[in-house]
């Protein structure tokens, strides 16, 4: 149980273009979603934290006009990166949390992003 | 600025050791605490937890130890495994929702 699925695995990009991942919590419903970014050989850094239905919330330093979060049921959630540069090429990571309120939080395999 | 990420600490272990992994959390407040195994290319993978009303807690081959008065959190794994070799981290819950990740140790188990 508790499996955590993101789309794509891997992605490479032209700069200037707008890449979206998609992260699924496929056997159990996650009121809260969040959403990392990790560089080589760094621990992850929470980039935002999405409820269902409602705005995500930002941590500081991240610019929400460009990861766009939507959390559109109790079992999608996506980031979009828009007009993608070489500095957005990263890990990026998707959790869920349980809606039995638990604290644990079930992560995705990650997506590799590439932006030429 | 200086990035320490880039010097991850590591731990080398021969297989069928003992290992234990340390990690200092910061907030006094968090009262839940997760260890994940990250493989190369991977995501994290849940391996413990434990809450602050307890000072150990056991799983299979591992070992998950709490000391509040010094904020300090150990991960035990017994008979170590070449498969075990990965990136550890431990995360702790500030109270907001959020899990606020140490920056790792690498554990190399050779055979």
């Known amino acids: 149980g508790a499996v955590v699925s993101q789309h794509p695995s891997w992605v490479i990009c032209k700069s200037g273009t707008s890449v979206k991942i998609e992260c699924r919590s496929l056997?159990?419903?996650?009121?809260?979603m969040f959403w990392y970014r990790q560089f080589p050989k760094q621990s992850l850094m929470l980039m935002a934290t999405s409820n269902e239905g409602s705005k995500a919330t930002y941590e500081q330093g991240v610019e929400k006009d460009k990861f766009l979060i939507n959390h559109a049921s109790l079992t999608l959630s996506t980031l979009t990166v828009t007009s993608a540069h070489p500095e957005d090429s990263s890990f990026y990571i998707c959790?869920?949390?349980?809606?039995?309120?638990?604290?644990?939080?079930?992560f995705g395999p990650g997506t590799r992003l590439t932006v030429l | 600025g200086e990035n320490v990420g880039l010097h991850l600490p590591t731990l080398s272990v021969q297989e069928g050791d003992n290992s234990i992994i340390n990690c200092a959390y910061s907030?006094?407040?968090?009262?839940?605490f997760i260890w994940y195994k990250q493989e190369s290319g991977k995501g994290p993978q849940f391996i413990i937890d434990?809450?602050?009303?307890?000072d150990k807690r056991q799983g299979q081959r591992v070992t998950v130890l709490l000391n509040k008065t010094v904020k300090h959190l150990s991960l035990q794994i017994a008979a170590t495994q070449p498969g075990d070799s990965a990136v550890y981290f431990c995360?702790?819950?500030?109270?907001?929702?959020?899990?606020?990740f140490g920056t790792g140790t690498r554990l190399l188990v050779s055979p």
């Open positions: 434990i809450r602050s009303n307890m």
């Open positions: 056997d159990f419903q996650a009121t809260t």
């Open positions: 959790s869920a949390r349980s809606k039995t309120g638990l604290d644990t939080q079930y």
């Open positions: 995360a702790e819950n500030t109270g907001f929702q959020k899990l606020v």
């Open positions: 907030n006094s407040a968090s009262d839940y």
